[in-house]
């Protein structure tokens, strides 16, 4: 393994701050994107046919980014676990160290770039 690779504590501590204020910001635009997901009003005297379906594809965008954040969410959840079991860093393929770019760019990253690679 080549030393510069392996990440030193300090940056395993400034992945983790990135890691943590990631989640405020998914956690804000949680809020920002509820009132996109609500239930489209099928008052058709209001809101012409095609302004619903406006509507509508607006509330599926809506959803879809929020399945994208949860999914963002879980990732970083998982590689703070992995922060607190010692294992952050490590490519759960081959055991090498993951580049601490790589971890930066994406802190859920569980795999080298070779391994990823395949």
Known sequence: MDHILIMNDAETLE??????????????????GQDGQS???LDQQSVGRLSRMDALQAQAMAKAQQVRRDT?????????ARVED?????????????????????PASTRCVSCAAG
């Not at 963002?72 to 703070?80: H, P, S, T």
């Open 86 to 106: 010692g294992e952050f860093g490590w490519c759960e393929d081959c055991g090498e160290a993951i580049a601490p770019g790589r971890l930066r760019l994406n």
């Open 39 to 41: 239930v489209v009003q």
């Open 72 to 80: 963002e969410r879980r990732g970083l959840q998982a590689a703070l």
């Open 15 to 32: 992945i983790v701050a990135l890691i943590r204020r990631r989640l405020a910001e998914l956690s804000a635009q949680d809020l920002l």
